[in-house]
């Protein structure tokens, strides 16, 4: 089989860093990789060399709000056959955070993947409640939907795209921000409110059953879920994984921060809009996207997720923009 070349941005993210070593976990595997980052001499990039080696895997520079620098990366591969396909997972501007830089960003690469002429183009958004509440969404939110619209109006003039919306990250719950992620949802949420859950580095693992088989995912929105539970139901499958509760911090704290925080109380109201339009049928295609993807992928059980011993990863601080500083202040 031909050789395929696959650019994939957020190369040292964990879903960029789950998706390459799924592509080259075999031998005979026929990609090769453009790992795309803002600078090659990162120790972050360096680790990627480090650990799959220069065959299969090139370290490439370009910045996505520079269309130029990454047009050169495509131009770049013309000569060997052209890049056969895309992996799109912009960073996240932070909870409550305008997200108009990440809306360029994708519409600017997809633009550019249509251009070149890719045959997979596959982007990571995230899930939400369905086609009847797109006109509520706001910030990253808003954005990441103008970004699939984008990528379907190419799509009928050539791109072929593959959307993947991932649902809650797992990792999420980790460390001191996730007690407090805990404890908003314990006192914000209703008992029998069930939270779609997804460990992010299955995210790169459904993208690469989707490259491998691309022809059964063009054109279609995959759910990327494992599984959805109730703050009482995960409380019992931290407890299962490592014996003890989920940590979490006291319920004044946790009612506090809400009452402060607008950017908690809407993640809240989210929440609870995106269970009840799933339960009630409202999003009628939902099950059958949760299908395809866990298809692609069996995706790990929370259970399953926190039991499994992982390769160290070096801490990343607030990835998504929370401090607790920031939540109890109000200034997200």
């Given at each position: 089989?031909?050789?395929?070349?696959?650019?994939?941005?957020?190369?040292?993210?964990?879903?960029?860093?789950?998706?390459?070593?799924?592509?080259?976990?075999?031998?005979?595997?026929?990609?090769?990789?453009?790992?795309?980052?803002?600078?090659?001499?990162?120790?972050?990039?360096?680790?990627?060399?480090?650990?799959?080696?220069?065959?299969?895997?090139?370290?490439?520079?370009?910045?996505?709000?520079?269309?130029?620098?990454?047009?050169?990366?495509?131009?770049s591969q013309k000569e060997s056959g052209?890049?056969?396909?895309?992996?799109?997972?912009?960073?996240?501007?932070?909870?409550?955070?305008?997200?108009?830089?990440?809306?360029?960003?994708?519409?600017?690469?997809?633009?550019?993947?249509?251009?070149?002429?890719?045959?997979?183009?596959?982007?990571?958004?995230?899930?939400?409640?369905?086609?009847?509440?797109?006109?509520?969404?706001?910030?990253?939110?808003?954005?990441?939907?103008?970004?699939?619209?984008?990528?379907?109006?190419?799509?009928?003039?050539?791109?072929?795209?593959?959307?993947?919306?991932?649902?809650?990250?797992?990792?999420?719950?980790?460390?001191?921000?996730?007690?407090?992620?805990?404890?908003?949802?314990?006192?914000?949420?209703?008992?029998?409110?069930?939270?779609?859950?997804?460990?992010?580095?299955?995210?790169?693992?459904?993208?690469?059953?989707?490259?491998?088989?691309?022809?059964?995912?063009?054109?279609k929105i995959l759910s990327l879920t494992?599984?959805?539970?109730?703050?009482?139901?995960?409380?019992v499958a931290h407890k299962k994984a490592?014996?003890?509760?989920?940590?979490?911090?006291?319920?004044?704290?946790?009612?506090?921060?809400?009452?402060?925080?607008?950017?908690?109380?809407?993640?809240?109201?989210?929440?609870?809009?995106?269970?009840?339009?799933?339960?009630?049928?409202?999003?009628?295609?939902?099950?059958?996207?949760?299908?395809?993807?866990?298809?692609?992928?069996?995706?790990?059980?929370?259970?399953?997720?926190?039991?499994?011993?992982?390769?160290?990863?070096?801490?990343?601080?607030?990835?998504?923009?929370?401090?607790?500083?920031?939540?109890?202040?109000?200034?997200?």
């Open positions: 089989m031909t050789q395929r070349t696959i650019l994939i941005t957020g190369s040292t993210g964990k879903q960029g860093k789950a998706l390459i070593a799924s592509l080259l976990s075999s031998q005979a595997s026929t990609c090769h990789i453009l790992a795309l980052t803002r600078s090659s001499t990162s120790p972050a990039a360096a680790a990627l060399l480090k650990k799959h080696g220069e065959d299969n895997l090139t370290i490439v520079e370009g910045n996505l709000n520079d269309e130029a620098s990454v047009r050169r990366v495509f131009e052209g890049i056969w396909g895309v992996f799109c997972v912009l960073a996240y501007p932070g909870l409550g955070k305008e997200a108009n830089g990440e809306e360029a960003q994708g519409k600017r690469l997809a633009s550019l993947g249509q251009e070149y002429g890719v045959k997979c183009y596959a982007y990571s958004s995230a899930m939400r409640a369905g086609p009847k509440y797109e006109d509520q969404l706001k910030l990253s939110g808003r954005a990441k939907a103008n970004i699939e619209k984008h990528c379907m109006e190419l799509g009928e003039t050539g791109l072929p795209w593959v959307i993947l919306r991932p649902a809650f990250f797992m990792e999420n719950f980790e460390d001191y921000i996730g007690s407090i992620a805990v404890g908003v949802m314990r006192a914000g949420l209703k008992e029998d409110t069930a939270l779609h859950l997804i460990a992010s580095e299955d995210i790169g693992h459904v993208a690469a059953g989707v490259f491998n088989n691309p022809s059964k995912y063009t054109h494992s599984e959805a539970l109730t703050m009482t139901q995960l409380d490592t014996g003890k509760r989920l940590p979490s911090i006291s319920s004044y704290v946790a009612w506090g921060i809400m009452k402060l925080n607008t950017s908690t109380r809407k993640l809240i109201e989210d929440i609870e809009r995106n269970h009840d339009c799933l339960i009630s049928g409202e999003y009628p295609s939902h099950r059958d996207e949760i299908a395809l993807a866990n298809e692609a992928f069996r995706m790990k059980t929370y259970a399953e997720w926190k039991s499994k011993e992982v390769e160290a990863d070096e801490y990343q601080g607030a990835w998504n923009g929370v401090s607790f500083t920031k939540l109890v202040t109000g200034r997200l």
